[in-house]
C-alpha cells in the first residue's frame, strides 16, 4: 500500500522537527517546560515525553524491542536532559529502521495488544507505521503552539520545505 521512501521521509521530518523544538526547550527554564499550559498531558515536558512513549511502544512492536514503558500520563524520564539524549537516540533508531523497510513487510498484517487498554487488533503495518508518524506530528503541532504563546517560533514545520 505504501512505499518505504515515504515512512524515510517521515522519519527525517520527526528528526528534524524534534531537533528544532529541543533546541527551543533546552532555553527554557525547567519552570517553563513544567508549567502546566491547559494543553492535553498539561506541560511542554510531559508532551515531550509523550512522544517519545509512543514511539517506544509501536518501535517494540515492530522491533520486538523492549524500551522500558510507563502508563500515559506518568513521565518516563524526570530530567529534561535524559529526556533530550533518549529522544535523539529514538530519533536514530527509527532513520535507520525506516531505511530497513520493504514494501512486502509494510503490506502485512500485523496483530498488536494494546498496551493502554484491553484489546487485540490486526491491522495493515502500512496503517500502523503511519500512526506512529502522525502521532508524533499531532501533538508536535500542539508543542508548536504552546511555545508560540510562549513567545518561542518553531519555524517552518511544512514537510515539502525541510525533507529532500
Not at 505504501?2 to 529541543?22: C, G, K, T, W
Not at 533546541?23 to 498531558?41: K, M, P, V, Y
Request: proline content about 2%; glycine content about 6%; overall charge negative.
Amino acid at each position: 500500500m505504501s512505499h518505504p521512501v515515504l515512512y524515510q521521509a517521515f522519519a527525517d521530518y520527526n528528526r528534524i522537527m524534534n531537533e528544532r523544538i529541543y533546541e527551543i526547550c533546552a532555553g527554557l527554564t525547567e519552570e517553563q517546560r513544567r508549567e502546566d499550559r491547559g494543553a492535553f498531558f498539561k506541560s511542554i515536558h510531559s508532551t515531550l515525553d509523550h512522544i517519545l512513549l509512543g514511539d517506544r511502544v509501536w518501535m517494540n512492536r515492530f522491533c520486538g524491542g523492549s524500551h522500558a514503558l510507563n502508563p500515559i500520563g506518568k513521565d518516563l524520564f524526570d530530567d529534561f536532559g535524559d529526556l533530550s539524549t533518549a529522544r535523539a537516540q529514538m530519533d536514530g533508531d527509527i532513520c535507520v529502521w525506516s531505511k530497513e523497510l520493504t514494501a512486502d513487510w509494510l503490506s502485512a498484517d500485523m496483530s498488536f495488544s494494546s498496551f493502554f487498554e484491553s484489546f487485540e487488533r490486526t491491522q495493515p503495518r502500512w496503517l500502523l507505521v503511519s500512526h506512529m508518524f502522525n502521532h508524533q506530528t499531532h501533538h508536535r503541532g500542539q508543542l508548536s503552539t504552546l511555545l508560540n504563546q510562549a513567545g518561542y517560533d518553531v519555524g517552518v514545520t511544512d514537510l515539502p520545505r525541510l525533507v529532500m
